[in-house]
């Protein structure tokens, strides 16, 4: 499996490229920003992109999706509850003081239990909402990319339109059952793995 992450945009959000070695096959999740460094890894490993998958729609996730779509021709994939925050993305950024490109339309929408494939790679949509109304974790190959979900020793803020500090209580302790040994790689920050935040995650005691 080839496994790349890049820290892109003023925000340090984790933007990933995932694909299998053989095949070339390849899913890239959550490019929000500096689309030509990913671009020139696809190329530069002779990629083929199914799909540009976001694991929710904020401004500093999905800044790069037009670009990425029209040089791999990947599918843009999102949950349908978020998709009203990723048609607002744009105004987002604004609020935020940014400026990013209109996003293309999705060309399909993501659930509980779809399955993505790469090759021979294989990763479970799980919905995780609480951050936002569509956020989802894909999990897979004894990893799990959270978005905003959960990050090392922390949690996503629910202070935005759609968050729900309840619903993210549930994810975070969905997540927390999986086994020990996943490795964890969010939306900012380092990685971790399952059984490092069951000890560590600042909010075990407050949500389990």
Request: hydrophobic share 35%; with cysteine.
């Amino acid at each position: 499996m080839l496994f790349e992450r890049f820290v892109v945009g003023p925000l340090e959000e984790n933007a990933y490229v995932i694909a299998d070695e053989a095949t070339k096959d390849a899913i890239v999740v959550d490019p929000g920003d500096e689309s030509d460094r990913i671009i020139e890894y696809i190329r530069d490993h002779g990629l083929k992109v199914d799909a540009i998958i976001y694991t929710h729609a904020h401004f500093d996730h999905v800044g790069a999706a037009g670009d990425i779509k029209k040089e791999t021709g990947g599918r843009v994939l999102i949950h349908r509850q978020d998709l009203e925050v990723y048609e607002t993305s744009k105004d987002q950024a604004a609020i935020w003081g940014y400026d990013i490109d209109e996003t293309p339309d999705p060309d399909g929408f993501l659930d509980e239990g779809d399955e993505i494939r790469a090759g021979t790679l294989t990763f479970r949509v799980m919905h995780t909402p609480g951050h936002s109304p569509g956020g989802l974790c894909l999990y897979g190959e004894g990893i799990l990319l959270t978005g905003d979900t959960i990050f090392k020793g922390s949690v996503g803020r629910t202070d935005f339109p759609g968050g729900s500090l309840e619903e993210l209580k549930k994810s975070f302790r969905r997540i927390l059952e999986l086994p020990d040994a996943t490795k964890i790689y969010s939306g900012h920050g380092p990685e971790t793995t399952v059984g490092m935040e069951k000890k560590t995650n600042f909010f075990v005691n407050e949500f389990l």
